[in-house]
């Protein structure tokens, strides 16, 4: 009996550390657990951190919730597609960053499994660049519309994500340059090369007519100025000879002026002297004066006809 005790202790020991070993777990940073028992999958889901489950019965799947990093990010490789004109080409790479909304993780595995990214994100960029390169020629492709194909797919796996409810956002589609038969690159690049040298030429030659055109108003601005400063100065002496009209007229009128005033100061000294006159030459005075005349004569004439002279 104490035997058998022996050998049952450390079995039972060995069978719980077994038993706990496989029922502890960790769910990582970023990721939330759901759980399968006997394949149907259970309506909660466990945090990150260290968990324990039914052992042996259950399966643990780890689902990121948070915006894929780099190397996380889902990359689908070598797409092949036909374009309109028949040309085979070959995406090497699409990345698409999504992240899966925390709250729908148990509806998204319910509804598109585990692997629900390879129906939502793989299997459907395939379809958009084959979609994409049926729709178009190759000089869309690969240089006219190149630069629209990220927000087409984007739009595109947003759009399904959305109208099936998946609870997955599209963040960003990166899709690398398509890679074509190796004639039809040289081709391109020999028409790169002379667009690029045409590209020079046109840009140089606006160059040149925008240097003839500044040179132009250059000279445009010079004459307008020197026009400017003609007119100005003719003007000014235009002015300058208005003013000195203006001052020779003055000048006169002021010589007109003080004449007049001269004439009539004279006239008004004659007519005053004329007054003045006239009440002074009376006949007493002129008498008088007639007697002085005469007594200061140093002849004395004697005769009958003497007093005629006088008369």
Not at 74 to 91: A, K, L, S, Y
Not at 145 to 157: C, G, P, S, Y
Not at 268 to 293: D, G, I, P, S, W
Request: net charge neutral; glycine share 4%.
């Amino acid at each position: 009996m104490t035997l058998t005790s022996e050998r049952v202790i450390p079995l039972a020991i060995v069978v719980f550390a077994v038993i706990l070993q496989a029922s502890i777990h960790k769910i990582h940073e970023g990721h939330v657990g759901v759980y399968y028992i006997g394949g149907r999958l259970l309506d909660a889901y466990t945090e990150a951190g260290y968990n324990v489950m039914f052992p042996f019965f259950t399966r643990v799947h780890e689902m990121q919730i948070t915006i894929q990093a780099r190397n996380f990010t889902d990359e689908v490789t070598n797409i092949p597609c036909g374009t309109r004109g028949g040309v085979m080409i070959t995406f090497e790479k699409v990345e698409v960053v999504n992240i899966l909304d925390k709250s729908r993780v148990i509806q998204t595995v319910r509804n598109y499994g585990i692997d629900y990214d390879k129906i939502w994100i793989f299997d459907k960029i395939h379809h958009e660049i084959n979609q994409f390169c049926s729709q178009h020629t190759l000089q869309d492709v690969y240089i006219e519309k190149f630069d629209t194909v990220d927000d087409r797919i984007k739009e595109a796996l947003q759009r399904d994500c959305n109208t099936y409810d998946t609870g997955i956002s599209i963040i960003a589609v990166r899709v690398t340059k398509p890679k074509i038969p190796e004639i039809v690159r040289r081709n391109y690049e020999e028409m790169e090369a002379q667009k690029t040298q045409y590209m020079i030429a046109v840009e140089h030659q606006k160059v040149v007519e925008k240097q003839a055109e500044t040179e132009r108003r250059r000279l445009q601005i010079e004459a307008e100025t020197a026009a400017s400063v003609a007119t100005i100065r003719k003007q000014q002496e235009i002015m300058e000879q208005e003013a000195a009209k203006n001052v020779s007229r003055i000048k006169d009128e002021m010589h007109i002026a003080r004449e007049k005033a001269y004439a009539d100061a004279e006239h008004y000294k004659l007519q005053q002297e004329a007054m003045a006159n006239e009440k002074l030459l009376t006949k007493e005075y002129l008498e008088l004066k007639r007697v002085q005349a005469i007594s200061n004569l140093s002849k004395i004439y004697f005769g009958n006809a003497i007093p005629a002279m006088f008369r």
